[in-house]
T-cell receptor, first 108, second 116 residues
Framework: SQQGEEDPQALSIQEGENATMNCSYKTSINNLQWYRQNSGRGLVHLILIRSNEREKHSGRLRVTLDTSKKSSSLLITASRAADTASYFCARSANNLFFGTGTRLTVIP | GAGVSQSPRYKVAKRGQDVALRCDPISGHVSLFWYQQALGQGPEFLTYFQNEAQLDKSGLPSDRFFAERPEGSVSTLKIQRTQQEDSAVYLC??????????????FGNGTRLTVT
């Protein structure tokens, strides 16, 4: 993909468990963004973390950023069936490139 | 509504036909992006506008693809002489522009193009 990869490609968990998705990138960034996409729909922004931040929280979401390793992680705590979707990271510099995505399935 | 609107929602074209895909961004948003998304893949960057200026078109796959945003609001992505490999969902997104890096993108629901 264009300069970003998520892993795992697919993740299946039970409702109530935590889900962790990772994102790696290759070049420097100003910020990194996470998005969610339900099947057949556009992407929805979840959270933005700036390059000088290390961790950010929003509700059940926790994002970390390690610029020395060029990686980020998204943690969803206490998952719900409604969290089932694809999750993408996007590297923001002079453009905005997306990774390959993680398909999360939360089993009720 | 106040969101990004794309039309048509679905488009079927015969190979060789020209198509035009429309995007109405959120009013006042400076930046406008086009992405191409194949089934099961992430969005692949096509082109980016800041107001009416096309600042980056490096992602356009061939010279059959052309995008414009003449008045800095509505944008059109045109594909000439469509090929089967052009079949994909075409996503448009808009955002305000931060001083460094981009602010969150607001996406439309996309146009699903099928070339037969």
């Amino acid at each position: 993909s264009q300069q970003g990869e998520e892993d795992p490609q697919a993740l299946s968990i039970q409702e109530g468990e935590n889900a962790t998705m990772n994102c790696s990138y290759k070049t420097s960034i100003n910020n990194l963004q996470w998005y969610r996409q339900n099947s057949g729909r556009g992407l929805v922004h979840l959270i933005l973390i700036r390059s000088n931040e290390r961790e950010k929280h929003s509700g059940r979401l926790r994002v970390t950023l390690d610029t020395s390793k060029k990686s980020s992680s998204l943690l969803i705590t206490a998952s719900r069936a409604a969290d089932t979707a694809s999750y993408f990271c996007a590297r923001s510099a002079n453009n905005l490139f997306f990774g390959t995505g993680t398909r999360l399935t939360v089993i009720p | 509504g106040a969101g990004v609107s794309q039309s048509p929602r679905y488009k079927v074209a015969k190979r060789g036909q020209d198509v035009a895909l429309r995007c109405d961004p959120i009013s006042g948003h400076v930046s406008l992006f086009w992405y191409q998304q194949a089934l099961g893949q992430g969005p692949e960057f096509l082109t980016y506008f800041q107001n009416e200026a096309q600042l980056d078109k490096s992602g356009l796959p061939s010279d059959r693809f052309f995008a414009e945003r003449p008045e800095g609001s509505v944008s059109t992505l045109k594909i000439q002489r469509t090929q089967q490999e052009d079949s994909a969902v075409y996503l448009c997104a808009s955002s305000a522009y931060l001083g460094t890096g981009f602010s969150p993108l607001h996406f439309g629901n996309g146009t699903r193009l099928t070339v037969t």
